[in-house]
C-alpha cells in the first residue's frame, strides 16, 4: 500500500516536471472536410510580385518564360498544388481598371500605383495573363472587384467578360481578344479592406454597397454559382463581421473576409532576418491570435448562421517585417526565414482546426513581397522556408479533419507564455493519416505522444523541416540552406507514435494501416 502510495507520488512529479506534448487523435471521428482552399495564395501588383517575380514579358530572352510568365515559377506554382490564386489586391484591387488590361498591350494605357510606391505601370499583365496563369499551374483564380473607385457597371461587365459563353458584348469583347472559351470564375471578392484603403467606408455603408454590387455579379441565367466574398474585418474588429453578418442576405454571401498580419508594432516593424528573441516572442504572438480572432469571428458568425454556410476567408494573412535594406519601402520585400516556417505551420495548423467554418485562406503574398514562398532577383529563384511548409503540408488539402485534443508545455519568454507545440490532423481519401506539428519553442526540442485512437496503424513515414539556427534562410547563392529532409525519428507501438521535435522545426507524418 505504501509502495503503491508511493509510486503515486513518483508519478505525479515526473507527470508535472516532464515537458511532453500530449495528443490523442479520434481517427475514426473525422466528419469535417479541409477545404483545399485554405492553401490559396495571393498576387498583388506591388513591387516586384507581378513585374518581374512573375511575369517578365514575352520579348524576354534572359529569363525562361511562357507567355511571358517565367518556367521557374510556373513549376514551382504547380508542385506545390495551388488551390486558388487572389489577384490583383490587395489595395491596388480598388484602384484597377480591368479594362485598360485587356487588348493590344502596346494601345494599352500605362497607370500610376499609388499605393505600393508610385510607380507607372504599363498594364502589360491583365486580365487573360493572370487567368492563364491559374489555368497553367492549376489554381483556381479569385478575382478581387474594384468596389472603392471602380462602378457598379465595370464589376458587372468583368465578371460577364471571364464567364459569359457568348453573345453578349462583353462575351465578344473577349473573344476578340483572343480568347473563345469563358475561364468561368467562381471566387469574387467584393472590393478589399473597404474599412481602409478600399474606400474607407463604415460597416453599415459597405453592407450596402455589397448588396448593390453583388445584386450585378450574379450570372446571366441567375443560378449564381459564383461565390461572392465581402470584404472583412482586420484582426478583432468583431463589430465589422456582426454588421454584415446582421446586414447582408446570406443567400448573396458566400463568404466574410478576415486579415491579420503578424507584425510587431506598425510604426517599428523590425528586421527580417536578424531579429532577436523579443522580435521573434512577439511575432509567434501574433502568429496564436489568429487562433483567437478566429473564434471571435466565428462566435458572431454562429449567432446569424447556425448552419455554418456562410465562410470564413482569411485572404490576407502572415508576417511583416521592415523591408530589406536597401529596397524600395513601396515594395514590401523581406527575407523568409525558419520564423516564418513557423509562422506558416502555426497558422495552417489554427486554419485546419476550424475547418468547419474557415473555408479558405490566401498567403500573402506569392512572390517577393512579404512572407512569399518564392524570392526572384532577375534569373535566379529560391524556395522559401515558407514554401517547403506549405507544401509539406498540402497532403491536407481536401482530408477529412480528425478531431484532436492536444497538451503541449509553453515556450516561455520574461515570464509571457505560449503553447509550444502545435498540430493537426487529417485522414485522406486512401484512409492514410497525416499529422502536421510545429515547434515554436526558441531554444527547446519537445517530447510529443500521439495517441491513435479508433483504427490501427502499421506504417509511418515522415518529413522535417529544422534548420540549425532561427534565423537560417535561403539565399540566391545558398538556395537550399534551409530544404526538408526525411525524417524517421517517430516510433510507433501498440497504437502510440512517439517522437521529439526539436526547437523552432515542423514535421509532417504519414500513418498507414
Ligand atoms: O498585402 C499588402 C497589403 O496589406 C494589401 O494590399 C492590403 O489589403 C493589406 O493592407
Not at 136 to 153: C, D, M, Q
Not at 273 to 281: A, L, P, T, V
Not at 419 to 446: E, F, M, Q, R
Amino acid at each position: 500500500m505504501k509502495k503503491a502510495f508511493l509510486s503515486f507520488i513518483v508519478g505525479c512529479i515526473v507527470f508535472t516536471t516532464s515537458a511532453q506534448t500530449s495528443i490523442t487523435l479520434n481517427t475514426d471521428l473525422a466528419k469535417t472536410q479541409i477545404n483545399k482552399h485554405i492553401y490559396g495564395h495571393f498576387a498583388e501588383h506591388l513591387g516586384r510580385c507581378i513585374y518581374g517575380g512573375i511575369y517578365v514579358g514575352e520579348g524576354n530572352t534572359k529569363i525562361p518564360n511562357t507567355a511571358g510568365v517565367r518556367n521557374d515559377v510556373i513549376k514551382a506554382l504547380k508542385d506545390l498544388k495551388i488551390p486558388n490564386l487572389r489577384w490583383p489586391g490587395g489595395c491596388f484591387a480598388d484602384t484597377y481598371q480591368w479594362k485598360d488590361g485587356i487588348g493590344p498591350k502596346a494601345n494599352r494605357p500605362k497607370m500610376v500605383n499609388v499605393w505600393w510606391g508610385g510607380v507607372t505601370e504599363d498594364n502589360s499583365f491583365g486580365t487573360h495573363d493572370f487567368l492563364d496563369l491559374c489555368e497553367r499551374i492549376g489554381a483556381e483564380p479569385y478575382l478581387a472587384g474594384n468596389v472603392g473607385s471602380g462602378s457598379v457597371k465595370d464589376l458587372s461587365d468583368w465578371v460577364t467578360y471571364v464567364s459569359h459563353p457568348g453573345g453578349s458584348p462583353m462575351s465578344e469583347l473577349r473573344k476578340q481578344n483572343g480568347r473563345e472559351k469563358p475561364w468561368n470564375v467562381k471566387l469574387w471578392g467584393v472590393g478589399n479592406e473597404a474599412w481602409g484603403c478600399g474606400g474607407n467606408m463604415t460597416a453599415e455603408y459597405y453592407a450596402n454597397i455589397y448588396r448593390q454590387y453583388a445584386t450585378f455579379m450574379t450570372d446571366w441565367d441567375n443560378t449564381s454559382q459564383i461565390f461572392r466574398i465581402a470584404s472583412g474585418a482586420s484582426d478583432g474588429d468583431y463589430a465589422w463581421t456582426e454588421t454584415l453578418m446582421k446586414n447582408i442576405p446570406h443567400k448573396m454571401l458566400a463568404g466574410v473576409a478576415l486579415h491579420h498580419y503578424s507584425v510587431i508594432s506598425w510604426t517599428d516593424k523590425g528586421p527580417s532576418i536578424d531579429f532577436n528573441e523579443g522580435h521573434y516572442f512577439k511575432i509567434m504572438q501574433e502568429a496564436w491570435q489568429m487562433d483567437e480572432f478566429i473564434k471571435g469571428h466565428s462566435t458572431i458568425m454562429d449567432k446569424y448562421d447556425p448552419q455554418k454556410k456562410v465562410a470564413l476567408i482569411v485572404d490576407e494573412w502572415g508576417g511583416w517585417y521592415s523591408v530589406e535594406p536597401g529596397t524600395n519601402p513601396g515594395f514590401l520585400y523581406q527575407q523568409n526565414t525558419m520564423r516564418d516556417a513557423m509562422i506558416a505551420g502555426l497558422t495552417l495548423n489554427i486554419f485546419n482546426n476550424h475547418a468547419d467554418r474557415v473555408r479558405g485562406a490566401n498567403l500573402a503574398q506569392i512572390v517577393n513581397v512579404l512572407q512569399s514562398v518564392i524570392l526572384t532577383n532577375e534569373e535566379k529563384m529560391l524556395l522559401t522556408p515558407t514554401y517547403h511548409v506549405m507544401k509539406m503540408y498540402n497532403v491536407h488539402q481536401d482530408a477529412m479533419l480528425v478531431p484532436i485534443s492536444i497538451e503541449s508545455p509553453s515556450y516561455e519568454y520574461q515570464g509571457k507564455k505560449l503553447t509550444a507545440v502545435s498540430a493537426s490532423a487529417s485522414k485522406d481519401a486512401s484512409g492514410a493519416l497525416n499529422i502536421s506539428l510545429t515547434n515554436i519553442d526558441y531554444s527547446k526540442p519537445h517530447e510529443v505522444t500521439i495517441n491513435l485512437r479508433g483504427e490501427d496503424f502499421s506504417k509511418i513515414s515522415g518529413q522535417i523541416l529544422s534548420s540549425a539556427k532561427i534565423n537560417d534562410h535561403n539565399t540566391f547563392e545558398q538556395p537550399n540552406k534551409v530544404a526538408v529532409k526525411d525524417f524517421s525519428g517517430a516510433k510507433l507501438e501498440k497504437g502510440v507514435l512517439k517522437l521529439t521535435i526539436p526547437a523552432y522545426s515542423v514535421i509532417v507524418l504519414n500513418v498507414k494501416k
